[in-house]
């Protein structure tokens, strides 16, 4: 009969458990000294080893020839807890057997003594289960139990237990279990029974198993059901994880608002076995990353990736201010409680939820004014003299004169003849996407701006069109103009003189002195038809 991975493979000694070394070296130390205690409280997630643990400190409490703090499975004591025929090592599920009455049968049985074993050993699963009533006949009887009986407590929920009942149990918590740890269990496993697992695909197993052992062996199997050859690939179509190159891609897509690539990206996970939901839960772990790596000095410490991935994130975070990422995940884990009560329309919700994180001024809550605000900040970092506010005319008729004074100053040309004089002198430049695309890789903060003009070629010089005096300034600077003279060169194959780049500030409607400084460093919306 086929059994299980997790069971198959689960540790038989102390030696054998993976990532709890704090706990084993004390439990081996006990065993070899004969100190134990009469009742232990093994606490932590799931799947990290504690009715591991306890099964094994089981064996070891009764072994006869204990060997290095671990049992010898090869006595009878031991055969028998391991063939499960022990009738002195007891295991209860607290979840279905919480009542007063379990805990009142153990009460009147621990005065017998084992009937083969050297202790009667009591191994209480999901002890948090347990009623107020169970707890409180089981309190004494924990307190001062005979001399030949020990419980074993195990729970994943601490902090639902009586202090009364922690108190009186020598405690142990287990942590989650390393990738590291686990990655090399799972290759150990894998070799026995003839499986060729990838490095990389056994990462992508741990990362997914969250710390639990028991997980992480049981997705093993699933992948090993289809081929023998486990490869990343596999991984993701069986298991429905999203690999971090897609989700790089779609978080650079947000920063280069290509609506395009966001929606095929969210089509392509619709259309795949993979849930939207565990990709969202995916993203919302890499803005995680994001965030360490734009705050902490050490990031590498808090992150579990390989040098190559700290070094692609890195260049990903480097495109974002922390305003905007905490944004970001604002809207994701909003978006993410949405869908779990939405599931007809969890893709509308992840499309508009994207868009959204694309363009801040779509949003008014405090959290996009503050991305906003951070790319003002950006540009005055530059140095660059913000456009003044304009004037708001107090008394129409005293101002009357004065636009009449202007206008007889600088006449202006009719638009008929301004138009015929574009069309003579000025060919649109079609490579001007291009050229964004290149002064992206050199000047991004200039880049951003560059996007929102039009070019033409005037008689051999470039004329730039910008959308206001702002970003006139901000692509006029020195430092900005020696980007674009590099780009052009690149773009339109010959080289063009900082002088030979004119700017114009194009008349458009007007907004308010912060609408105008803020819409200077994002791009338009959606495009319109």
């Known amino acids: 009969m086929h059994q299980a991975f997790y069971r198959k493979w689960r540790p038989r000694t102390f030696d054998d458990v993976c990532g709890q070394e704090h706990i084993t070296s004390i439990l081996r130390y006990e065993a070899e000294n004969q100190a134990f205690s009469h009742a232990y409280l093994f606490c932590g997630s799931r799947g990290t080893g504690k009715t591991t643990c306890a099964k094994i400190l089981a064996k070891v409490v009764n072994c006869e020839h204990p060997v290095g703090g671990n049992p010898c499975l090869k006595c009878a004591s031991c055969q028998a807890i391991e063939n499960g025929s022990a009738t002195d090592v007891l295991e209860m599920d607290a979840a279905s057997n919480n009542g007063v009455d379990n805990v009142r049968d153990i009460r009147d049985e621990v005065i017998y003594l084992p009937s083969e074993l050297r202790y009667r050993v009591y191994i209480i699963d999901e ?14 009887t924990l307190e001062e139990p005979p001399e030949h009986v020990i419980f074993i407590l195990a729970t994943t929920e601490l902090q639902k237990l009586p202090a009364t009942i922690v108190s009186r149990c020598q405690r142990f918590d287990f942590r989650r279990i390393s990738t590291d740890a686990m990655m090399a269990r799972l290759d150990y496993i894998a070799k026995e029974e003839g499986l060729s697992l990838d490095p990389d695909a056994a990462r992508m197993l741990a990362k997914f198993a969250q710390g639990g052992m028991r997980d992480a062996i049981s997705l093993l199997e699933l992948c090993a059901g289809s081929q023998k050859e486990i490869t990343p690939e596999l991984v993701e179509k069986i298991v429905g994880i999203t690999g971090r190159g897609l989700l790089c ?14 929606f095929s990206i969210v089509d392509e996970v619709v259309r795949s076995a993979k849930d939207l939901i565990v990709f969202w839960q995916d993203l919302l772990s890499l803005y995680r990353d994001l965030l360490v790596i734009k705050t902490a000095k050490n990031a590498k410490a808090y992150l579990d990736l390989t040098q ?27 978006t993410f409680l949405a869908m779990q009560k939405s599931n007809a329309v969890k893709r509308a919700l992840a499309e508009a939820t994207l868009l ?3 363009d801040e001024s779509l949003d008014t809550s405090s959290t996009a004014l503050l991305s906003r605000i951070s790319k003002l900040e950006a540009a005055m970092r530059f140095g660059v003299t913000l456009p003044l506010a304009k004037e708001v005319p107090t008394a129409a008729p005293t101002q009357k004169p004065a636009k009449e004074e202007i ?4 006449p202006q040309k009719p638009k008929q003849a301004e138009q015929k004089e574009e069309k003579k002198n000025l060919s649109p430049i079609k490579e001007w996407a291009e050229a964004a695309d290149y002064l992206e890789n050199i000047d991004p903060v200039s880049a951003g701006f560059f996007r929102n003009t039009k070019g033409y070629d005037q008689n ?29 060169a690149a773009v339109l194959g010959h080289k063009i003189p900082e002088d030979g780049i004119l700017f114009e500030t194009a008349a458009g409607e007007d907004f308010s002195p912060l609408d105008e400084i803020l819409d200077a460093w994002e791009e338009p919306s959606l495009p319109q038809e």
């Open 127 to 140: 002890v948090h289960m347990l009623s107020t009533s169970a707890f409180n006949a089981l309190l004494k």
């Open 249 to 262: 891609d779609l978080v650079n897509a947000l920063a280069d608002k290509q609506y395009d690539t966001i």
């Open 308 to 334: 190559d991935e700290l070094a692609s994130l890195s260049a990903l975070a480097a495109r974002f201010s922390k305003e905007t990422l905490l944004y970001h995940v604002s809207l994701v884990e909003e």
């Open 356 to 358: 959204r994180m694309c």
């Open 407 to 410: 206008v007889a100053e600088k």
């Open 460 to 488: 051999g010089t470039i004329l730039i069109r910008t959308p206001d005096d702002f970003t006139r300034q901000m692509l006029s600077a020195k430092i900005a103009r020696e980007h674009l003279a590099n780009t052009f």
